[in-house]
């Protein structure tokens, strides 16, 4: 009997790669909130993304998406590759660095009067 490959695998269990798309879509799409504003994490992705090495000759990430739906017609290989894309995205960015404890005790002495922080 011979192995099945990681593809095979997601074709038997019923795998929709466009659903899982627009899922993560949703998700990338949807409000974070935060002590200070409300953003999303594609707009994180579209604010750093000149601070990206691994870019290439993408000069947003508009550009990049836009090349990414244009040229892999396969759903699986898309959301193979939009994956393997965000993962390298926040592994390199300063985003995904987070805050240091001093940074998390400076928050915590910040008072707000008048929505004013002092």
Known sequence: MRRKNYFELLENMGFDASFEIKQLSE???MEIYTS???TSLISLINDNYQ???NRNNFATFDN??????NNVNDATD???????????????????RGYSREDIEDSKKMVVQNDVVI
């Not at 990049?64 to 739906?69: D, R, T």
């Open 27 to 29: 998700l990338l799409n």
């Open 51 to 53: 601070s990206y090495k």
């Open 36 to 38: 200070f504003n409300s």
């Open 78 to 96: 898309h959301l193979f590759v939009f994956s393997e894309f965000l993962l390298d995205f926040f592994r390199h960015t300063e985003i995904s």
């Open 64 to 69: 990049f998406y836009n090349f990414l739906e």
